[in-house]
């Protein structure tokens, strides 16, 4: 990434404002933290935070065979999701590893937007033209929108939004901003996703800060989605790892043909030689991305949960190793700490 | 909550952003404000062992926060005496009182005129000010 030619979102002189420091993500200049990842996080968890993730991709793919297109380059069932709706997906390659993970909203009938990680934005863009069949536009939209996560048990009360199931849409309104109002999220808390024009964002940003949410940064996003163990694209799955060895199976519908489908059918009919697994520190220390474990195995995040207070982290092990309460041992630049493997999430409400 | 930028001025300085309260043959270890607050609120001090010996401008041990782990450097060679507990157990304690509760290890020197080589404080703050 060079680093003279960051791009910047539309809020980033109100993230100066704030106190953030800035730091290169992906191609952009973000936020890492405002005040602390600690207690960003910890806003999250208790009451309300506010994310900037404008530099994620919206792509649009629209067209009479949109539908039929999407199923056949998506694992997930799409049949299943009617207008207003969403879901979390995986766009994988012919050895079903993952392209890239996406969440995709349904408009209406030949009408899909789907959301991908701003680091894969001209990958899953590219990989999709290239697959777009007669009758199906895909068009790149990631520079016309602005999009903020608004996250935490309190989110909905205090953007003043009706409760809506997880993984619906509507447009709306908010504040006199026209806004469409996603239920869903990265950090395991009820929350929204508010996707506006590009030039509505800045004031989005300050209506919602004035109705007390929390400005957090990309510090607490990782921390926040690392304990509910939602995977990190490039980290805990990438092109070289498939959705059966990442515990991704649920998000497969291997009844349906897709890119990759026989990969993950094999996969898992034999078992995976390894999985992702969920860990704890049992000694003081904190696990880093890259780090051996012992007998095989490696870690792909690492982090300190705010929540536990002890290191945590996901890697992929021997399948052997893989069952819960088994004992790992991390190689922390040298020194071997103590972990042990736990049920994913790691972090469930109401047990800290 | 965090400290307030300062810097005493009864402190030796290393351009590693340590600090050192030199006291006969003994020192006290610690990193300054300047590197508590780039590395964010640390959540976990890695001391080095009682009785290791430590040099200057090594490392002797780790400072690790949420998104970044860094090296204490050594700004005086000696023996180690004495480890932080606190800082081991509450490591926000560093990011609350560098100077005070918060210090790191306690040395005995080796090489007493080594503190020479270190920054008085207003060579430091001119070295901050350079960051």
Redesign the interface.
Known sequence: MEATSLQRTPLFARHVAAGA?MVPFAGWEMP??YQ???PEHRAVRADCGVFDVSHMGELHVDGPTAEAFLQEVLSNDLGKVGDGGAQYTLLTNERGGIVDDLIVYRFAHGQFMVVVNASNREAAYAWLKEREPRGSEVRDASDEYGLLAVQGPRSLERLGLDEQPAFTHAMGELDGIEVMVARTGYTGEKGVELCCAEDAVAALWDAVVARGAVPCGL?ARD?LRLEVCYPLHGNDITPETDAVSAGLGWACALDKEFTGVEALRRMKEEGPARRLVAFVMDE???P?QGMPIEGGGEVTSG??S?ML?Q?IGMGYVPTASATPDTELVVDV?G?PKRAHVVKKPIYRKGES | M?ATESYPDDLRYHAEHDWARIEGDEATLGITWFAQDAL??L??F?PPEIGSAVEQGAPCG?V????A?SDVVAPLSGEVLEVNQKA?DEPETVNEDPYGEGWLIRIRLSDPAQADALMDVAAYKAHVAEQ
Do not use: M, N, W
């Open positions: 420091r890492v933290q602390g990842v600690i510090g921390t003081k220390a904190v880093r982090s300190h705010p207070d290191g630049r020194k | 965090p964010g609120e959540v976990h890695e780790e690790e926060s949420v998104k782990v081991v």
